[in-house]
């Protein structure tokens, strides 16, 4: 079984210009999200997704990051404009559901950095 | 803060020595997730344990959960070097979407 996949794994970027990241979940899971984790710290929730409908997006800095999951499949996260304290490791992963008891499956990771 | 506690924040020991950490964590929860995360392969899950069970295995791994305590536990016995890395609590909290809520970590090091 294909894992969770991410791209690109490395990104720098000057502040204040934009980025985005693409993630093509397991196939067949329902579940989506997208994680901010920096560096010592664990993964922080930015926004989570159940097929193509957002879940929750109380952690996501709206007037600086967006996030789309067409057709419920593969997702992207946007960055504009990136700041310095954006700079972090961004994580995907995908579970089968909401319902039940799933762990989650996690991406390699994009790791941004913000000069 | 939702966010749970992990206890001790650095551990390092001998290869072969058990390896204890401790999550804590404030309201009621579904499951408590246990996860690793090194350099080589991401972040993996270990172990998953409902509210209702106590303890879990898996090989050299042990949970426990006292939810009257609102803790847990994850003991790896005879570590080796390829055990270090960062061991993550996360806590799916009752009526929260399934939204995990993660510690900061326990970084563990085996030393050969």
């Known amino acids: 079984e294909a894992g969770v996949a991410q791209s690109p794994r490395y990104k720098i970027i000057e502040k204040r210009q934009s980025v985005a990241f693409w993630c093509n979940p397991i196939?067949?899971?329902?579940?989506l999200y997208w994680y901010q984790q920096i560096l010592g710290q664990g993964p922080k929730l930015l926004i989570q997704?159940?097929?193509?409908?957002?879940?929750?997006d109380s952690q996501l800095p709206k007037d600086r990051f967006s996030a789309e999951r067409l057709k419920g499949v593969d997702s992207t996260l946007k960055i504009q404009p990136a700041k310095l304290e954006d700079s972090a490791v961004y994580l995907c992963?995908?579970?089968?559901?909401?319902?039940?008891?799933?762990?989650?499956?996690f991406g390699p990771g994009t790791r941004l950095t913000v000069t | 803060s939702q966010q749970g506690e992990e206890d001790p924040q650095a551990l390092s020991i001998q290869e072969g020595e058990n390896a204890t950490m401790n999550c804590s964590y404030k309201?009621?929860?579904?499951?408590l997730q246990w996860y690793r995360q090194n350099s080589g392969r991401g972040l993996v899950h270990l172990i998953l344990?409902?509210?209702n069970e106590r303890e879990k295995h898996s090989g050299r791994l042990r949970v426990t959960l006292d939810t009257s305590k609102k803790s847990s536990s994850l003991l790896i016995t005879a570590s080796r070097a390829a055990d270090t890395a960062s061991y993550f609590c996360?806590?799916?909290?009752?009526?929260?979407?399934?939204?995990?809520?993660w510690g900061l970590g326990t970084s563990l090091a085996v030393n050969p």
């Open positions: 996360a806590t799916d909290f009752a009526g929260n979407n399934r939204k995990l809520i």
């Open positions: 309201t009621s929860i579904n499951n």
């Open positions: 992963a995908s579970s089968p559901s909401l319902a039940g008891y799933y762990e989650q499956y």
């Open positions: 997704f159940q097929n193509n409908g957002v879940v929750d």
């Open positions: 196939s067949g899971h329902a579940t």
């Open positions: 344990i409902r509210s």
